[in-house]
């Protein structure tokens, strides 16, 4: 029987099909609705829609340096496709999108260091990061494996840094600091 094995990203032919077939298999599985369309910051990578019609802008790098810039990407295309909601809506009502829902973002880097989770959290729900992978067995193609980084209830998505004992001492008194203080 032939094991699971973890593999470098395929060759770009390979990728985006790889991608797009795991953005399907989701918990929330997504419909891809265009790919590669210009944004604000270059290409915004998939335009899809989840079950209930929300619009989802699904944004990749292959680079983990990158993650935290592409928190910010993700931030101004949400922006930048939510205004164009009701046009495509227009244009395409069998597409089943939801106006009232707006635009969601999710977020794909082989890692996300502490800043760039702690950016996402404060973005609030809208935002999702997804740890890529790529995975085979035996011979077959590669298949992108994407894991949800959404907290668990209960547990903080960064952890929270213990506050720092300042070791400055200036040796100044209240006394010193109040206007009553002053040398004459």
């Keep these: 029987m032939s094991e699971l094995r973890w593999t470098p990203p395929p060759p770009p032919d390979r990728l985006r099909s790889a991608l797009r077939a795991a953005l399907g298999r989701r918990g929330r599985p997504l419909r891809v609705l265009a ?31 990158r993650a935290l810039e592409l928190v910010a990407r993700g931030l101004a295309e949400r922006d930048a496709l939510a205004a164009r909601l009701a046009e495509w809506r ?68 960064v952890a929270t840094p213990r506050p720092r004992l300042s070791i400055f001492r200036s040796g100044l008194r209240d006394a010193d600091l109040s206007p009553d203080s002053r040398s004459a």
Excluded: C, H, K, N
């Design 35 to 65: 790919e590669g369309i210009d944004g604000l910051s270059g290409a915004v990578d998939w335009v899809t829609a989840d079950p209930a019609g929300r619009v989802v802008a699904v944004l990749l790098t292959l680079e983990e340096d």
């Design 90 to 157: 227009q244009l395409a009502p069998e597409l089943g999108l939801r106006a009232d829902a707006g635009v969601d973002v999710l977020l794909l880097a082989p890692e996300f260091p502490p800043a760039a989770r702690a950016a996402a959290a404060a973005l609030g729900d809208a935002v999702e990061l997804a740890r890529v992978r790529f995975a085979a067995v035996g011979a077959a193609p590669a298949q992108a494996l994407l894991e949800s980084l959404a907290e668990q209830p209960g547990e903080p998505a």
